[in-house]
């Protein structure tokens, strides 16, 4: 098997007396569509945005591409570049499409302006929005700010190989919209596995179309740590009582989400 992209160790992280993780492992392997599941609040952002650096854990051990890192990105750079999706979209509402996009090459980049416009123009036909630079997030659906969220993680640097994302790390992306923009946002994300030279991507979803069809491989997260982890055919066999229950969207089972909640 191919070496992971990511281990997370034994990672654990509160918010005050909060427990939300609490010795959780996981793997992710270059190639991987990596669907993370669970109830609500059972940490799956939480694990994104450690997984991302944008959030230190409080216990635990990361490696990324065999590198442990310690802290979040305040205070280490990524040794691969990750690209997360929001799942707000993460929009300035007072900059145009194109500057949304073209942000952190604007403010990080050598690159002349007109050579940031044409890159952004490439993505955001590669999103399916040709042409939509000059607007303003307000003026733009649910769904399209979500694809030009898209555009922003997979727009790089050319002059600079190492700001080719290596993984992209979606969060929720398809909460809130309609069955139709859930499909196009789904079919991108399998796009872009294909053709953006980003073949890895771990994915947050609670939308039961996204996990049958982003999700190859799936982890379910619960009381802080992984109780089952597989790829859909296993879903079948196996007897994991957490699985079963949250498949099958009973209220009975070991999940007690009433308990949880109080
Ligand atoms: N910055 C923070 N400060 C305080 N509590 C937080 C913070 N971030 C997350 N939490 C809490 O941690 C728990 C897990 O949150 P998280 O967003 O990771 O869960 P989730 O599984 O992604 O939930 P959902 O599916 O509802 O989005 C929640 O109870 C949340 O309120």
Known sequence: MA???????GISKAFGKHVVLDGADLTIYPGDALAILGPSG???????????????????????????RCG?????????????????????????????VGFFLYQNSSLPRQRIRDLVN??????GLPGIGHLFPAELSGGMRKRVSFARAILDNPDDDLDDPKIL????????????????IEDLILELQRSSGCETYAIVTHQNSTIR?????????????VQWQ?????????????????????VQGPMDLVGDYL
């Open 230 to 250: 597989g790829i859909w055919d296993e879903i079948e066999t196996s007897d994991n009582p957490y699985l079963q229950q949250f498949m099958s969207g009973s």
């Open 72 to 100: 979040s990105l305040d205070n280490f750079d990524n040794p691969i570049r990750m690209s997360m999706v929001f799942q707000q979209a993460a929009l300035f509402d007072s900059l145009t499409v194109e500057e949304n």
């Open 122 to 127: 490439e993505k955001l036909e590669v999103v």
């Open 213 to 225: 069809r982003n999700g190859k491989r799936l982890v379910l997260l619960y009381q802080g740590h």
């Open 3 to 9: 070496e992971p992209l990511i281990e997370l160790k």
């Open 169 to 184: 790390l979606y969060d929720e992306p398809t909460a809130g919209l309609d069955p139709i923009a859930s499909t196009m």
């Open 42 to 68: 059972t940490g799956k952002s939480t694990i994104l945005r450690i997984i991302a650096g944008l959030l230190a854990p409080d216990k635990g051990e990361v490696y990324i591409n065999g590198k442990r």
